[in-house]
């Protein structure tokens, strides 16, 4: 389209020459990694190199038959790294949908490319809402406002003139402008600060946080307890450990090392807890939901208070203009103010406000960014016009000069308040914004527009009110059953916008917000609550004012960070949504930043989620999402960890006594496979409701270690029993792993609950397969197993009963406990 500045930029010609010198804008940003680094991870783990050292022992001894363990490695390698590589692969196939774009004028006409297709001395065209690509030299400027707090940390806007000099990163929060491009690619400041513009901090997970200090703990003991049982085992040699070394003997006492080296890693709880988040976020990316990092995917099933912007969440985002007001109130003014609405709203980049004005006034679509396509008679008027200052959600108004009389349209009670109001106009937006409908107010003056103390433009004084606009907004119309869906969860919404608090309560409560009494909701003006919370007074002041709203209205941008930092206060963990450039800065201080598909690209750069179809009835299928990976991984740590501890035990205990160990490698395989590997990928997968609840990692040991301190202790009890019988050593061996399988498939009986469908067949499987183990003459013989004999049946009931009995004990004491804990039982 022709460029209305000017100015024709650089040509094709030009373009190309700098495209040829490497003098673009090209700059490699790895939003996640690469395959190679998913696999690499997946592979180069501590555990994953004891394992592999334990492999090729087991084959340097030629005991190839006890080496399945390394099978299984492979598989949960190759499941973990492909998984990931396909989240990976969906996750960046969806952000190409949400890339941002430059819009550069060559040849005199501006053109939409990638940022990364900027050369150095690009002409560009920036607008509000979006980031600065490259470093550049203002030459043009439209009531240009930008936030550069990313790099410098102040809040406060800037105001550059033509000749002053943007920062890339930075962020354009009102206006517009035109730019010539100073520094491009690695050479622009924020890509010398190695992606500053994206800077927050990496999601916290507590599922990953728990996981990985349990592992810290295992790693420790595990090689120190497979040497001392290698040591235990050369001293059972006839003729001690000297006779042992010297005929051979020491093989057999390898391997049982490396059996309990093998039986004590939590083989695929780390890969399988990615698998999980892995899994997670591809089912969003087919929902249209973009995952910055896999983790928050966790965080939102942990949020218990989110906070919503009107606009665009419980709205449709589609503003209408339905009437405008006179000065004397009377309806139908539009004619007799068509000309300073006209040049209020036909600036060059409108605000959703403005556009539902201009386009009521002109009929006519209005897309973002008109400058060069101004509709008829807006031209005519902008011709006569200057001193315009653009809109900014920190001010809430705009204003312009036209025909030598200052113009101001914004917020009510901020253009109205201390203007002459003949007619009431001001009472007239606050009973109009009860019912629902938004308001803002035109007023002129016949001086111009001051300074304020803080440079920015002041309110003219001598102000008279001059009418009312009247627009109109649709709220979703899934909306109401979103927000009853979190209030059964029981997550705390609370709706925060720029707009009148009285206009915001009646949007919220026609979308289902309640106080609460399950009455109207409670309503506050931000402008009465502190904006600056480094005092410690004032953000209790701003909690406590908080604990009982549901709806804050005049809330400029620090404010909604100074709610999220007030929040925080009180221990909430917090989810916020948004679509415009004043909400980036709670977004990146919220714990989850929510950000809407048609959002402004700097919103969507800090938030660590978007909703590309911009759907707030996406969230619940989100939060399903974040649960189900919470309950899954805590069901299937809890049976890692309780093979670790039952692992551990019998190693030590057959270290420190001296007896032999009760298993061979491709025993242990039979059993974790069965109770563990198998089940555990299983529940990875399925589908849970369960809410959130916080301790992870106390309710995973509570269950895991006295679980499998008595899967241990029953099958040490039940290997010595039959040892000091003297029956023969495939009996022992046999008896053993029954025992240790009717252990592991009880504890998942307790993590698999409810036991239904096809949960209660998948026990019933594995079952059957550990019968088919000791019944199939070949698969018996590979395991070195024997069919038990009566005596040992009976031995292998007792034992296993023991087990069952014990690990349901603990299950009823972790019943009674939880139960005695719950809110409100003193008082049953």
């Known amino acids: 389209m022709p460029s209305a500045t000017g100015l024709t930029g650089l040509g094709t010609a030009q373009v190309a020459d700098r495209v040829r010198q490497g003098r673009t804008n090209a700059f490699r940003v790895r939003t996640s990694r690469s395959a190679a680094q998913i696999l690499r991870g997946n592979v180069l783990t501590v555990f994953n190199a004891i394992i592999v050292a334990a492999l090729v022992l087991t084959l340097v001894l030629g005991h190839w038959a006890d080496a399945l363990f390394g099978f299984v490695l492979v598989i949960n390698t190759a499941t973990g790294t492909l998984a990931e590589v396909r989240a990976k692969r969906a996750l960046d196939r969806l952000s190409l949908l949400d890339a941002p774009v430059a819009h550069a004028i060559r040849d005199g006409h501006e053109q939409d490319i990638d940022p990364a297709d900027v050369v150095l001395d690009d002409v560009l065209r920036l607008r509000s809402g979006e980031q600065v ?15 550069e707090s990313i790099l410098t940390g102040e809040s406060q806007p800037v105001r550059p003139a033509p000749g002053d000099r943007l920062l890339s990163g930075t962020t354009v929060t009102a206006g517009a402008a035109v730019v010539r491009t100073t520094a491009v690619g690695a050479d622009a400041y924020a890509n010398r600060l190695a992606t500053e513009a994206r800077r927050y901090s990496l999601v916290t997970s507590e599922l990953q946080a728990g996981t990985n200090r349990v592992l810290r703990w295992i790693s420790w003991v595990i090689v120190p307890v497979g ?20 005929n051979g003997q020491w093989r057999t006492a390898l391997v049982a090392g490396v059996a309990s080296v093998v039986g004590m890693v939590p083989q695929g709880l780390v890969l399988l807890t990615s698998v999980n988040f892995a899994t997670a976020s591809l089912k969003l990316a087919r929902r249209r939901v ?10 939102l099933a ?9 606009t665009g969440t419980l709205t449709t985002g589609r503003i209408t203009l339905h009437d405008v007001l006179g000065a004397d109130g009377a309806p139908g003014a539009t004619a007799s103010l068509r000309e300073p609405l006209l040049a209020l709203t036909g600036t060059a980049d409108p605000n959703a406000t403005a556009e539902a004005v201009l386009e009521g006034l002109t009929g006519r679509p209005i897309g973002s960014g008109t400058d060069g396509r101004l509709v008829e008679g807006v031209r005519a008027v902008a011709s006569r016009t200057h001193s315009a200052v653009a809109f900014s959600s920190r001010r809430k108004w705009s204003g312009i000069v036209l025909d030598g009389e200052a113009w101001v349209l914004g917020a009510p009670e901020i253009v109205l308040d201390g203007a002459a109001d003949p007619h009431d106009l001001l009472g007239r937006a606050r009973a ?33 009110a001059a009418g009312l606009v009247l627009l109109r907004e649709e709220v979703r119309p899934d909306a109401e059953q979103t927000l009853g869906y979190f209030a059964e969860q029981g997550v705390e919404v ?3 916008s720029g707009d009148n608090p009285v206009t915001v309560a009646a949007v919220a409560r026609a979308a289902g917000v309640r106080g609460p009494d ?33 709806v804050l209205g005049r809330v400029t941008p620090e404010q909604k960070k100074a709610v999220v930092q007030a929040l925080h206060h009180r221990g909430h963990t917090v989810a916020m949504t948004g679509d415009g450039v004043n909400d980036a800065l709670a977004l990146k201080e919220a714990d989850l930043g929510i950000a809407m598909g048609n959002g402004a690209p700097a919103t969507k750069a800090v938030a660590r989620m978007v909703l590309l179809s911009g759907e707030f009835s996406t969230l619940p299928g989100v939060v399903a999402e974040g649960r189900r990976v919470m309950a899954n991984t805590e069901r299937i740590a809890s049976l890692f960890l309780a093979k670790t501890v039952y692992a551990s035990l019998i190693a030590v205990i057959v270290a420190v006594t001296a007896i032999s160990y009760p298993f061979l490698p491709r025993q242990l395989t039979i059993v974790s496979s069965l109770t563990i590997g198998v089940p555990a990928f299983v529940l990875a997968l399925a589908p849970s409701s369960q809410r959130y609840r916080p301790g992870f990692l106390g309710r995973v040991l509570t269950l895991s270690v006295p679980a499998g301190l008595v ?17 023969p050593e495939g009996q022992v061996t046999t008896a053993a792993t029954l025992v240790l399988v009717v252990s592991g498939l009880w504890l998942l009986t307790l993590t698999a609950r409810p036991l239904l469908g096809w949960r209660l067949g998948l026990i019933v499987l594995m079952g059957c397969l550990a019968v088919l183990g000791v019944l199939v003459a070949p698969v018996r013989e590979f395991f070195l197993l024997q069919w038990p004999t009566w005596g040992t049946w009976g031995v292998i009931a007792l034992g296993g009963g023991a087990a069952v009995a014990g690990i349901q004990a603990l299950a009823v004491a972790r019943w009674v406990l939880a139960l005695s804990t719950r809110p409100g039982r003193a008082h049953a």
């Open 302 to 310: 942990r949020v218990d208070t989110l906070c919503l912007d009107k």
């Open 711 to 727: 899967a241990g202790a029953a099958t040490l009890l039940t290997h010595q029993w039959l040892v000091l019988a003297r029956a």
């Open 133 to 147: 690509p490259a470093d550049a030299l203002v030459l043009e400027s439209d009531g240009l406002e930008v936030d």
């Open 290 to 299: 973009l995952v910055q990092e896999l983790p928050a995917v966790e965080v």
């Open 494 to 496: 609370k709706v925060i």
């Open 518 to 550: 399950g009455g109207a909701p409670v309503a506050l003006d931000a402008r009465d609550l502190p904006t600056d919370v480094t005092d410690p007074e004032d953000l209790e002041r701003l909690a406590t004012a908080l604990d009982g709203a549901q």
């Open 227 to 246: 040497l001392l049982v290698f040591w235990s085992q050369l001293r059972l040699a006839e003729g001690g450990t000297a006779a042992a070394l010297a």
């Open 432 to 464: 109009l914004a009860g019912e629902g409908t938004r308001v803002v107010a035109l007023a002129r003056a016949p001086r111009p527009f001051g300074t304020g103390a803080d440079s920015d433009a002041a309110l003219p004084e001598g102000r008279e």
